[in-house]
């Protein structure tokens, strides 16, 4: 099989890495790629969203199937163009519809679709531009913490959270009336805030069966002990071990199949990968967001204890046969420790030389930011490079990881020391 992976984070070069493996490969191409990525495949110029571009490149390479790594070309519409080109829809697609799409790519229609479907989340009520009056009222009878959270995709950045209420009514009014994040916040969702522990829970779907994907917790804040601003993503582990049992056997009964069969109810066509973001509430889960796609740095450990043949998994997905997968998950622990850039995330310098790549060992090594030139890499992004290990249990895996991570150079480099500090 000939595969195109779209994207150029440290999630595309996890997936990149896991589908090399696989026999079923015959020619791997990730556009745009990263310094990593070159590794497993062919790096190619293409925008992720220029679908003409993507049409060309594949019929001209013989593309089978085309995996779209980030949540942009799969909200855009990539699936419909293809599916609805004569050229192209014979190419197999790991990823939803614009339709199922929106389970990411707007926060009121899955709060909408939880709604209808019994799914458990945090109260909410939506605004714009009409009823903006009426939701300045409505933060002011609000419970504290406020959530307020912009309706579209803003690159991970459309949530505030405070107590402060007249703080929640001066971000309300910046995202409708002066389009903080452009048309993402056209529309907000003011939700419950709601107390406990956050994990990632990955369904893969053929739109009618479901397999379920080894689980994840990762950290969000750029400070030690969760503190300062949200980044990314700042580590991850696998297992959690609060994910198991009890509360794992409610996830499935009141998060999953609903979600499953609630999409194929409504006739919304979604093959691909399903993340829940859930929060952990008492030993009950509640859903805090979809998306439609991996997530990062989540993929980063989540690959590698799937021990199964990815590309194998996305022909029985789709020959919708996925009820006759078992996912097998490796026992052991995967952790990942992320060096970012200083100053991230805020202002940055990108172009630092990365040094001291080759003396790495025992760890692999996920490129996010990166680019390689004159046979040297420099950072290129916010998030540089993923440091993930394997261990008999969590605390192995990351002294592993951080045993690395000191090995690698660049100036301004920072990473978190207390990944997984809870466990």
């Given at each position: 099989?000939?595969?195109?992976?779209?994207?150029?984070?440290?999630?595309?070069?996890?997936?990149?890495?896991?589908?090399?493996?696989?026999?079923?490969?015959?020619?791997?191409?990730?556009?745009?790629?990263?310094?990593?990525?070159?590794?497993?495949?062919?790096?190619?110029?293409?925008?992720?969203?220029?679908?003409?571009?993507?049409?060309?490149?594949?019929?001209?390479?013989?593309?089978?199937?085309?995996?779209?790594?980030?949540?942009?070309?799969?909200?855009?519409?990539?699936?419909?163009?293809?599916?609805?080109?004569?050229?192209?829809?014979?190419?197999?697609?790991?990823?939803?519809?614009?339709e199922g799409a929106q389970l990411e790519g707007s926060k009121a229609f899955s709060k909408k679709f939880m709604q209808r479907h019994q799914i458990p989340t945090a109260g909410y009520a939506e605004f714009d531009e009409h009823n903006f009056e009426l939701g300045l009222q409505y933060?002011?009878?609000?419970?504290?913490?406020?959530?307020?959270?912009?309706?579209?995709?803003?690159?991970?950045?459309?949530?505030?959270?405070?107590?402060?209420?007249?703080?929640?009514?001066?971000?309300?009014?910046?995202?409708?009336?002066?389009?903080?994040?452009?048309?993402?916040?056209?529309?907000?969702?003011?939700?419950?805030?709601?107390?406990?522990?956050?994990?990632?829970?990955?369904?893969?779907?053929?739109?009618?069966?479901?397999?379920?994907?080894?689980?994840?917790?990762?950290?969000?804040?750029?400070?030690?002990?969760?503190?300062?601003?949200?980044?990314?993503?700042?580590?991850?582990?696998?297992?959690?071990?609060?994910?198991?049992?009890?509360?794992?056997?409610?996830?499935?009964?009141?998060?999953?199949?609903?979600?499953?069969?609630?999409?194929?109810?409504?006739?919304?066509?979604?093959?691909?990968?399903?993340?829940?973001?859930?929060?952990?509430?008492?030993?009950?889960?509640?859903?805090?967001?979809?998306?439609?796609?991996?997530?990062?740095?989540?993929?980063?450990?989540?690959?590698?204890?799937?021990?199964?043949?990815?590309?194998?998994?996305?022909?029985?997905?789709?020959?919708?046969?996925?009820?006759?997968?078992?996912?097998?998950?490796?026992?052991?622990?995967?952790?990942?420790?992320?060096?970012?850039?200083?100053?991230?995330?805020?202002?940055?310098?990108?172009?630092?030389?990365?040094?001291?790549?080759?003396?790495?060992?025992?760890?692999?090594?996920?490129?996010?930011?990166?680019?390689?030139?004159?046979?040297?890499?420099?950072?290129?992004?916010?998030?540089?490079?993923?440091?993930?290990?394997?261990?008999?249990?969590?605390?192995?895996?990351?002294?592993?990881?951080?045993?690395?991570?000191?090995?690698?150079?660049?100036?301004?480099?920072?990473?978190?020391?207390?990944?997984?500090?809870?466990?």
């Amino acid at each position: 099989m000939n595969i195109l992976l779209l994207g150029s984070g440290g999630r595309e070069s996890a997936i990149s890495w896991k589908l090399s493996q696989s026999p079923l490969c015959s020619q791997l191409f990730i556009a745009p790629g990263n310094a990593g990525t070159a590794a497993f495949g062919t790096n190619v110029v293409l925008g992720i969203n220029d679908f003409e571009a993507i049409k060309i490149f594949c019929i001209s390479h013989k593309i089978d199937i085309l995996f779209p790594g980030s949540e942009e070309p799969l909200v855009n519409g990539i699936y419909d163009f293809f599916k609805n080109d004569p050229d192209l829809k014979h190419i197999i697609i790991p990823g939803p519809s614009k339709e199922g799409a929106q389970l990411e790519g707007s926060k009121a229609f899955s709060k909408k679709f939880m709604q209808r479907h019994q799914i458990p989340t945090a109260g909410y009520a939506e605004f714009d531009e009409h009823n903006f009056e009426l939701g300045l009222q409505y933060l002011d009878h609000h419970s504290t913490p406020i959530v307020l959270k912009a309706d579209g995709l803003a690159a991970g950045k459309g949530v505030v959270i405070t107590s402060d209420k007249d703080e929640a009514k001066e971000v309300f009014t910046s995202m409708i009336k002066e389009a903080q994040f452009g048309d993402a916040s056209k529309t907000v969702v003011v939700e419950q805030f709601l107390t406990g522990i956050e994990c990632s829970v990955f369904a893969f779907t053929d739109g009618e069966h479901y397999v379920i994907l080894p689980e994840a917790k990762d950290y969000k804040r750029i400070g030690e002990g969760d503190t300062g601003p949200n980044t990314g993503g700042m580590g991850a582990i696998s297992p959690v071990p609060f994910v198991q049992g009890d509360f794992m056997q409610k996830v499935i009964r009141k998060i999953i199949e609903p979600t499953v069969s609630g999409l194929k109810s409504e006739g919304i066509l979604y093959q691909g990968f399903i993340f829940f973001g859930l929060i952990n509430v008492g030993g009950e889960p509640y859903v805090i967001e979809y998306n439609c796609r991996m997530g990062d740095p989540e993929t980063e450990v989540v690959m590698p204890r799937l021990e199964n043949d990815l590309v194998a998994m996305i022909l029985k997905m789709n020959e919708q046969k996925l009820n006759e997968v078992i996912v097998q998950h490796n026992p052991k622990a995967a952790c990942t420790v992320m060096l970012v850039s200083g100053g991230y995330p805020g202002d940055y310098e990108k172009n630092k030389l990365i040094t001291g790549l080759a003396h790495v060992s025992n760890s692999i090594l996920f490129h996010a930011g990166t680019i390689k030139k004159d046979n040297n890499v420099f950072t290129a992004g916010g998030r540089v490079i993923a440091v993930t290990s394997y261990g008999e249990n969590i605390k192995e895996a990351l002294e592993i990881s951080y045993a690395n991570a000191a090995l690698i150079n660049f100036e301004g480099k920072y990473f978190r020391t207390d990944i997984g500090f809870e466990f």
